[in-house]
Structure formats: C-alpha cells, structure tokens
C-alpha cells in the first residue's frame, strides 16, 4: 500500500498487529459522524471518524484532500441521541483510498487548533472508550459487551451515505 504524505511515496512496511508508529497517544476505535469544511468556504462535508486520539483521528472522506491542507472539521462524540460536536482545525497528513465499494478516502488528520474545552471533552469521551475496552478484555460475554458496546456509540452504520448529487 502507497501513502501519499509518506516522503517519496515509499511502501510503508507493516508487520502482524505490531506497528511501529509515530503516534505520541493510542487511538481509540470508534465509528461515529463527522463533517468538514475547507477553510476557505462555508460549505459543509460528511464524513465519518473511525479512530480518535488526542491528537488527531482518522476520518473516512468521500474527496480526496490534499497532504498538508488545513480543514475545519466537527466530531459527534458521545452516545446518541446526545451527540456533542468537537470543533477543531487540522490538517491533512495523510491519505489513501479505502477498499470498499463507496470509493471513500481514509484520511489521516492532526489537531493543530482545539479549545481546552473541546480538549477536555474529547479526553472524557476516549477515558470512557478505554473503559470500555478495558471491560471488552474481561470474561463478559461477547454480545452482551458487543449490545453495550453499541449502544455507548450509537450503532451507527459504518459508512456515510452516498451523496445525492446536489453537493
């Protein structure tokens, strides 16, 4: 698999579940809604956050976005129906399309501008996935934990919809 953002677009080996990254904190999976602008227009974008760590997440995009492109984006975080938006600037490190039918963009983003506050919130909210990951390696049965699991996150689809064409 090519990378771009990776320098000279150089195959990036990868090795059983061990992945020696450059990653300062863990990610945390999830699958929860997403939108995003760029900056210079107020037109917004969906998306969907699948793994998030304090200091950035990776989105499924359905455009391919440019490595070193600054983005607002908003994260739903939280249970639904309680879903509480995340506002932050990123930018774009990396990118490459995802395998599946929808042609949608795995896109990974850093955080370069968070409020505290959104900064706590989103602490909060990963302290409370890791407990639940933290449970998922008990002995509770699997869909028990699979049934909490997805009533924490909301038991979204994985995937955003198709587009309607009027974007």
Known sequence: MIKE????NEI???????NFEKRRQPRVST????????????????????????????LYLPEKIE???????????????ELEPIDAFVEVVWNDLHSNENGYYR?????VNISPVDMDRLRTFLNSLKSLEAVSESNIPSKLLN????SNL??????????SGQD
């Open 107 to 111: 896109t990974g983003i850093k955080f």
């Open 147 to 150: 049934d909490l699991k997805l």
């Open 67 to 81: 490595v070193g492109k600054n983005l607002k984006v908003r994260l739903f975080i939280g249970s639904i129906p």
């Open 154 to 163: 909301g038991g979204l689809p994985a995937v955003p919809p198709k587009s």
């Open 31 to 58: 699958d929860l809604p997403a939108e995003y602008w760029h900056i210079e227009t107020s037109e917004n974008h969906p998306g969907r956050l699948l793994n998030v760590s304090e200091g950035g997440v990776l």
């Open 5 to 8: 953002g990776n320098e000279g």
């Open 12 to 18: 990036t080996p990868r090795f059983g579940t061990v």
